[in-house]
C-alpha cells in the first residue's frame, strides 16, 4: 500500500465515491451529443446564464483587480495550508466546534455516519455540497440505515429521478421544466396532481413537500464555500433557503469541507463574496448566504463538527503546474462558457467535478490515469481561462496533465503509440530537406484521399474521425518560386 | 499516527520539493468608503424582487399595517414597539418552538447593514433582529433599515460586521435558478421581502 504511505502525498481511493467514470470521455461523449433534448436544454441553461453572469460583470469597474486578487489569496493559501489549517482547527476549536480530519472519502464517510448515530437520528438533511458528492457519503448513509434527504432544489430533482448531478452549480442542469414536472408527479408523496411545468409552481411544490422535514430533522449535513482561518468562521452561499433551514434549525450540523476552501482572513471574503456570486449565477449577490462562528447559545445548532477532507487534494497540491486547479471556488463559470461542456453535459465526464476545471481537477485528485480521457476533453479554446474568477489557467493545466499521460503511457508499454510513431516520423522528415520536399508533394494525393468526409485511411483515420483534412494546394510555395 | 498528523504531513510533503512563496496580495479593487447612494440600493432591492417603502420613523407602523395588518407577526425581543401597529397580533420570540415560529404569517426585524452596490441587507442576530430561525420560517420578512446602516460596497459591509454574531445576508425574496438557469423567485425561505427604509 504505497498510497498511505506515511506523509507523502496521496490520491482518492478507488471504489468509494464519485470522481471516477465507469467509461471513457470520448464514449460518454458520442452517446450524450445523440440526445437532441440534452442539447436543446443544455444550450438554452448555458446560453441564458452567459448573458445573465456577463451583464453583472459589466457593472462592476474592478472586476479584473478582483479577479487578481483572488487568484493572490488562493496562492498563498496554497503556500501556507498547513499552517492555515492549523489556524483554523484553534479557532473552531475556540469557537465551541470540534474539527475531525479525514485523509480520504472512507474515512469521511465514516466520521459523519458515527456523528449522525451519536444523535441517534435515522435521517440528515443535506445542504448540496460537491464534497459530499465527491466522497459518496449518500450512499455510505443509506448503507449504515440513514436516510439523507437533499434539500436544494436541483440536487432534490436528481434524487427523485435516481439521477445523477451533472453540472456544478446547477446538477439537474440537464431536465428541462417538463421533465421535472413528471418526476414530481412520480415521486413526490401527495403531490397536487394538477401540478403544471410553471417555474414558480414548481418552486412551491418543493416548498411543501420539504417543510416538515425541515422542521423534524434534528442533524444536518453542510459543505462550505468559505473558512476563514483567522476567526474560525464558515459561509455557505446559496439561493432557496434550504441551506439557512439546515444551518439553522437542527440541533447537530456537519459540515465537510475540502481542506483547499480555506481564506485566511475575514477582509478576504471581500473579494470572494464579490466575485462567486456574479460569476456564478449572474447575481450582484445571491440571495442568502450565512455565516457562522463555532456555537452561538441560543441560535442553531449547539453541536457544530467540521470534517476537513483530503481525499487526493495533497496530491493536487504536489504538482507545481496543477495546484492551482485547488483555486476553484465551484462557481461553474467554465462549464457554462466551455463549448464541450455545453455539447456533452456533465455525465460525460464521469466525475461529479464536470467541464474544464473537472477535466483538471478529476484526474489530478485521482491520478492521471484513473481520469484519462479528461485532459483530452478540450480543444483548448481558452474560454474557461478568461472566465475563471480566480484567474485558474485551466488550458495549461490540461496540457500538462496530457504529457503527463503521455509519459505515463511511454514508462508502461514498451512499443510506442501510433500517435508517437507518426509524430516522430514527421519531426524526422521536417529535419531532412529532400524528404520534407517529397512528402509535401506525396501529401497532394490526399487531395483525393482526404475529401470532406471521406478521411484518410486506416491506421490513420482516428486522426481524421473528429477533424477536417486540410485540403493541400495544388502547387506548394517551393514549387511556385522555383519557377519564378 | 493519527489523520491530523498523516494529512499534514502529506501537505507539508507536498510544499516540501516545490515550496511556492506566500505572496503579498495586490488589492487594487475599489476599497471601502465608497459614497453612498440610496437611490442604487432601492434600484438593486427592487431589481430582485424586494418591495421597499420610504418613509418616517412614526410611518413604519403605518407600513407594517398596509403589509401583515389582521395576521400573526413574530417579533424579535428588541424590536421597537412602535413598528408595530395595534392590527397585528404580536408574537415575541422568547425562544419560541419553532412549529410556532412557522405558524406566524410574518415577522417584523430590523437589520445591522445593507450594502447599495449589490442589494443586500444583513442580519447580525442583534436584539432587534432576533434568532436566525424567525426571518427565516414565516412567509413575510419585513425588514426596517436606518439610512446610516447604508454602505457602498462588500468590503465597507464586512469592516463593519464581525465574526462574533452569525450573520445572515439576504439579497431579494427565496429564489432559485434550478429550472433552466432562469431565476425565480419563492423556494424555502420568505418568498415576500419588504424593506423598510428609514431616516437615521
Known sequence: MTETFLGMPATAPRGVGHLRGDESFPVAARRSLADAQLRRNLGHATATIRTKSAAVIGEVPDWQELREAGRAIKTDVMARLPELLEQLEATVTAAGGTVHWAADAVEANRIVTDLVRATGSDRVMKVKSMATQEIGLNEALEAAGIEPVETDLAELIVQLGRDKPSHILVPAIHRNRAEIREIFLREMPGVDPALTDEPAILAAAARRHLRRTFLSTRVAVSGANFAVAETGTLAVVESEGNGRMCLTLPDTLITVMGIEKLIPTWADLEVFLQLLPRASTGERMNPYTSMWTGVTPGDGPQDFHLVLLDNGRSAVLADEVGRQALHCIRCSACLNVCPVYERTGGHAYGSVYPGPIGAVLSPQLTGVEDNASLPFASSLCGACFDACPVMIDIPSILVHLRAQHVAAYRSEHRVPSPEAITMAAAAYTMDHLPLYEAAQRASRVTRFAGRRGGGLPPPLSGWTLGRDLPQPPPQTFREWWAQR | ?200
Not at chain 2, 4 to 22: N, Q, V
Not at chain 2, 30 to 42: E, K
Not at chain 2, 182 to 198: D, K, M, S, T, Y
Request: net charge negative; with cysteine.
Open chain 2, 1 to 200: 499516527m493519527t489523520s491530523r498528523e498523516l494529512i499534514l504531513g502529506r501537505l507539508r510533503a507536498a510544499l516540501g520539493a516545490s515550496p511556492t512563496t506566500p505572496g503579498e496580495v495586490t488589492r487594487d479593487y475599489r476599497p471601502a468608503g465608497g459614497a453612498v447612494d440610496l437611490d442604487v440600493l432601492v434600484h438593486r432591492l427592487t431589481d430582485y424582487r424586494a418591495t421597499v417603502h420610504r418613509c418616517s420613523d412614526g410611518e413604519v407602523a403605518r407600513v407594517v399595517d398596509a403589509i401583515l395588518g389582521g395576521r400573526r407577526v413574530v417579533v424579535p425581543p428588541g424590536l421597537p414597539r412602535r413598528w408595530l401597529p395595534d392590527t397585528v397580533e404580536v408574537l415575541t420570540d422568547d425562544d419560541l418552538p419553532t412549529d410556532r415560529v412557522d405558524a406566524a404569517d410574518g415577522v417584523v426585524t430590523a437589520a445591522a447593514v445593507a450594502v447599495a452596490e449589490t442589494g443586500t441587507v444583513i442580519l447580525d442576530a442583534g436584539p432587534a433582529q432576533g434568532r436566525r430561525v424567525i426571518s427565516l420560517l414565516p412567509d413575510v420578512h419585513v425588514c426596517v433599515l436606518r439610512t446610516d446602516q447604508v454602505v457602498a460596497g462588500v468590503p465597507d459591509a464586512l469592516a463593519r460586521l464581525g465574526p462574533d454574531r452569525p450573520l445572515t445576508w439576504i439579497s431579494g425574496p427565496s429564489a432559485t435558478s434550478d429550472i433552466e438557469l432562469n431565476r425565480v423567485e419563492g423556494v424555502h425561505g420568505p418568498r415576500n421581502l419588504h424593506v423598510v427604509i428609514v431616516p437615521a
